[in-house]
């Protein structure tokens, strides 16, 4: 349904692991986005990538790394992460133009527990 | 002030109600709005965009006054399964694109 797809769905990983949640949009889009959304929050926007470039960071710790190897592909590498950081991850990508077709589409999320 | 603000509710309606959700926005520059909606756990999709003339899909209408700064979104008849978070979304166009979401309107249509 969506062309926005995202893995894993679901991860639980200790304090000092390190492990890499993967986006793929399929959408022909050139911008790309992380999300994170903790339980009955609001959506926080984390990263920003234009045509594989950061435009954004908005004061994320350095535990979380971005990685857009081309416009499909987007990817968040998680090391020493803390219980607070448990949260659902959305990836978001967004064409160029101002149809409804250009607006954010979203992947299914991963859902990750910090134990 | 909040870029863009909703009130966050939640709205508690019986079933076949109608109800209203607005949504205001500070940049006067912006250029397009649009509605989603996010179930529990589930990610945001896609309602519908709001155009000044209007926008009627089904139960739902959208409009939008450039002159107050604010969107609005009434749903006509509603559903149990209408029950869920709405999003305001606001895009500014001029040169980053800049995507952002309202902190959303919890609806909860009750039998």
């Known amino acids: 349904e969506t062309g926005v797809t995202q893995t894993p769905r679901h991860l639980v990983m200790g304090m000092t692991n390190k492990k890499s949640l993967k986006c793929e949009q399929h959408?022909?889009?050139?911008?790309m986005y992380w999300y994170k959304q903790s339980a009955k929050k609001p959506l926080e926007l984390m990263f920003v990538?234009?045509?594989?470039?950061?435009?954004e960071n908005n004061s994320v710790p350095s535990r979380f790394s971005p990685e857009c190897p081309n416009s499909s592909h987007l990817f968040l590498h998680l090391h020493t992460l803390q219980p607070e950081d448990s949260a659902l991850y959305l990836c978001?990508?967004?064409?160029?133009?101002?149809?409804?077709?250009?607006?954010?589409?979203f992947g299914p999320g991963t859902r990750l527990t910090v134990l | 002030r909040k870029e863009v603000e909703q009130d966050p509710g939640p709205f508690n309606v019986p079933e076949g109600a109608t109800v209203a959700f607005n949504c205001t926005y500070s940049?006067?520059?912006?250029?397009?709005f649009f509605w989603y909606r996010q179930d529990c756990r589930k990610e945001p999709k896609l309602l519908m965009s709001?155009?000044?003339s209007g926008n009627e899909d089904g139960r739902f209408t959208a409009q939008l006054n450039r002159a107050s700064q604010y969107i609005s979104l009434l749903i006509r008849d509603s559903k149990l399964s209408d029950s869920a978070t709405y999003l305001c979304?606001?895009?500014?166009?001029?040169?980053?694109?800049?995507?952002?979401f309202g902190a959303g309107t919890r609806l909860f249509v009750k039998a």
């Open positions: 979304v606001v895009i500014d166009d001029t040169g980053g694109f800049k995507t952002i």
């Open positions: 978001a990508s967004r064409g160029r133009g101002r149809k409804a077709k250009d607006t954010q589409y």
């Open positions: 940049n006067s520059a912006s250029q397009s």
């Open positions: 709001v155009y000044s």
């Open positions: 959408l022909g889009h050139n911008a």
């Open positions: 990538y234009n045509f594989k470039e950061q435009t």
